[in-house]
């Protein structure tokens, strides 16, 4: 088949690898000059500190410190180690600086052969199914193409969420976005708000901690008032918006005055290519879709890397390989109605078990059993012992000490070389 892969990132990359190795016939559009996504870190930052309207958007939202949030020998793909024999190096910091992981999908993209099939500097404006069950993309330069099935691979870092926050109108300092964020220069000797308690709330309530007055971290899991941490870090609980005089009012604690306030709230999903009578994005949810991946109406739509709170690599190369697959008939999808079904179903459960909604794509635990599930309906092979095993033990280094796990030492190991 003749397949469109959106986006050279770490899905797209995968996604072409697992195509190719099916046969098909790639091309994969990437709007910017060069592979890795969200890894290729850029030191300038958009007009708008929000990112909500920005003339020139910044599509990477890396911080210059960023050092990966999971070890590399758990985010490796499964056929290429993150150490010398694959894309990386032996000597590299198990939890390495983002520049190791560009270097790591450079290497993948040469190793695998997959820059010849990119065609760099062209975004990808319009894609719509065609009555002959072709795809239609349009690209910014270029003309109409015409594809058999289309891998939607174009990330979902770059778009802020930014919650309203009562009498935001007050507040008489300035709004950031973490997307936004390159070090904590700026910060220096200054009151400042941050707002999520995820890594990058963590990551850089710290790092702006190191030069600022006093940091409120804010986050759903504290208590306030204020449990002090360490270098003026002090945890409150979420607040309930602005008061008259500008100061953040909480339901447990005095009201605190800041000069910037710092959303770390994470990102949409965006498909500005997409018209949403075929795929909606609603309170997270992108839908209707079987697995996470494919259209119940239109199986040769798929989608990569939607899933959050999960190890993303190693879930991107099953997600690929599960769709070049199903795109051959090495396997079958249930039919159109049983795979709307099951949707109503989960969005059912997520009813009686009082899930939130924009939780629908989060899998946290159940990412094993997900991965599982479709290499075994692709005939893939299933995670290895150790990935679980080692997946949890970081996961509780980083709960018990989200300040220094990535210095923990770690007894489960993958088959990357960690030294
Ligand atoms: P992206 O990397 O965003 O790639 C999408 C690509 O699509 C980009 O190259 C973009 O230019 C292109 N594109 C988008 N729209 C279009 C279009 N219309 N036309 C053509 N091209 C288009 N993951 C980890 O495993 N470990 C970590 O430690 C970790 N830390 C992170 C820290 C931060 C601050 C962030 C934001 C994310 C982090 N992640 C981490 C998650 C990371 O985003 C994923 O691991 C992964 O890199 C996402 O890959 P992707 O290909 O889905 O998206």
Aim: hydrophobic letters at 35%; aromatic letters at 12%.
């Amino acid at each position: 088949m003749k397949v469109a892969v959106i986006g050279a990132g770490a899905a797209g990359l995968v996604s072409a690898r697992e195509l190719m190795r099916e046969g098909h016939d790639v091309c994969v559009f990437e709007q910017s000059s060069q592979v890795g996504g969200t890894w290729v870190h850029d030191t300038g930052v958009e007009d708008d500190p929000l990112g909500l309207q920005s003339a020139r958007p910044i599509h990477s939202s890396m911080y210059d410190s960023l050092r990966t949030n999971l070890p590399r020998d758990l985010m490796a793909f499964m056929d290429y180690p993150f150490d010398s024999a694959g894309g990386g190096n032996d000597h590299w910091e198990r939890y390495p600086h983002h520049t190791c992981v560009l270097e790591y999908l450079r290497s993948f993209s040469m190793d695998f052969n997959i820059q010849p099939q990119i065609e760099f500097n062209q975004t990808v404006t319009h894609l719509e199914p065609e009555h002959d069950g072709l795809w239609r993309i349009k690209t910014s330069p270029g003309a109409d193409r015409y594809f058999d099935a289309v891998s939607v691979c174009n990330g979902h870092y770059s778009q802020p969420y930014v919650p309203e926050i009562r009498g935001a109108s007050h507040f008489k300092g300035s709004f950031l976005h973490s997307h936004n964020y390159r070090n904590p220069t700026a910060f220096a000797g200054l009151s400042v708000a941050i707002l999520g308690a995820a890594s990058s709330g963590a990551d850089i309530s710290r790092e702006v901690a190191t030069v600022a007055k006093q940091v409120a971290w804010c986050g759903e899991q504290f208590h306030s008032p204020a449990e002090q941490t360490n270098r003026g870090l002090l945890k409150y609980s979420i607040p309930s918006g602005f008061n008259q005089q500008g100061e953040l009012v909480f339901k447990d604690a005095p009201p605190v005055s800041v000069d910037r306030f710092i959303f770390c709230t994470g990102y949409r999903y965006e498909f500005p290519f997409l018209d949403s009578a075929v795929v909606s994005v609603a309170d997270n949810q992108v839908i209707p879709l079987h697995m996470d991946i494919v259209h119940p109406s239109y199986p040769t739509l798929g989608f990569i890397g939607l899933p959050y709170l999960v190890i993303p690599f190693p879930l991107f190369e099953v997600q690929a390989r599960w769709f070049a697959r199903l795109l051959i008939g090495s396997h079958q999808l249930p039919t159109e109605m049983e795979m709307m079904d099951a949707l109503e179903m989960r969005r059912r459960e997520l009813t009686q078990t009082n899930t939130k909604f924009s939780h629908y794509h989060r899998l946290g635990e159940g990412q094993f059993s997900y991965i599982n599930n479709l290499a075994s309906q692709c005939g893939s092979d299933t995670l290895p012992d150790w990935y679980e095993l080692l997946a949890k033990e970081a996961q509780q280094a980083r709960l018990k000490d989200p300040e220094h796990f990535r210095s923990a030492v770690l007894n489960y190991s993958g088959t990357t070389i960690v030294e």
